[in-house]
């Protein structure tokens, strides 16, 4: 059974970190690209970074660049995104998701949820003084 697991998130205040984890079973995570996303309240799904298969290229939200930072681990076929200096606004509840599409794909459309085939359950991430 094809699956994503999420964990890690919870509340930080801002300036701090967390580093979100992404376990990958019944499929190998170094054959497909991997998202992530976030939802805020009353807001639609946004695209915050994405790595692709084959030529590992990445990709990032422009309010995340610098402090992101997507990664994975083939030997565990665990995903990552660390997260620092982290807002107020970096609030929202984040999935991972994994896609089969090509790296041309992702290029061009990494950050639509469309292009992904498997979701993982959601984390909250809380900013918050």
């Known amino acids: 059974q094809v699956q994503l697991v999420q964990s890690g998130g919870g509340s930080v205040q801002p300036g701090g970190s967390l580093r979100l984890s992404c376990a990958a079973s019944?499929?190998?995570?170094?054959?497909?690209?991997i998202g992530w996303f976030r939802q805020a309240p009353g807001k639609e799904r946004e695209g915050v970074s994405c790595?692709?298969?084959?030529?590992?290229?990445?990709y990032y939200l422009d309010s995340v660049k610098g402090r992101f930072t997507i990664s994975r681990d083939a030997a565990k076929n665990l995903v990552y995104l660390q997260m620092n200096s982290l807002k107020p606004e970096d609030t929202g509840v984040y999935y991972c998701?994994?896609?089969?599409?090509?790296?041309?794909?992702?290029?061009?459309?990494?950050?639509?949820?469309?292009?992904?085939?498997?979701w993982g359950q959601g984390a909250q991430v809380t900013v918050s003084s």
């Open positions: 790595m692709t298969n084959t030529d590992e290229a990445t």
């Open positions: 019944g499929f190998t995570v170094d054959y497909y690209a």
């Open positions: 998701a994994a896609g089969l599409g090509s790296p041309l794909l992702y290029a061009s459309s990494w950050s639509e949820s469309r292009e992904y085939d498997y």
